[in-house]
């Protein structure tokens, strides 16, 4: 199942750390099939409110997301990132293309009230 680690960060100092980060990320995610979906840019607001920049990298599945996550390669340039913008960094798996809004119905407790 493919997986995706988002970032939603806040306060990006963008100075010469981040620039040789955003130079060297794209080789960590090669050996692991990353790829970038979503990289930062305007959000066209239609509820509620947005501030930050949303990051989303997608990956074959949860095992080479966390492999590369934890990879000696971006382990050394991570420093660079957190040092200089504050955020919250997940882990979540997609679904299938044929899922419907009502499969997650299935994986409720049987006695959970619905509405």
Sequence with gaps: ???YA???LHDVNVGPDIVDYLRRIDAT???FGGRFIIHGGPATILEGSWSGDLI???????DSARAWYESPAYRQILP???RNSRGDVFLIEGV???HKATDVLAG???DQPLG
Excluded: C, Q, V
């Design 1 to 3: 199942m493919s997986t």
């Design 6 to 8: 988002i970032g939603h």
């Design 29 to 31: 995610l090669e050996p």
């Design 56 to 62: 989303m990298i997608a990956f074959p599945d949860r």
């Design 80 to 82: 660079l990132r957190t």
């Design 96 to 98: 299938d293309a044929d």
């Design 108 to 110: 409720l407790p049987a």
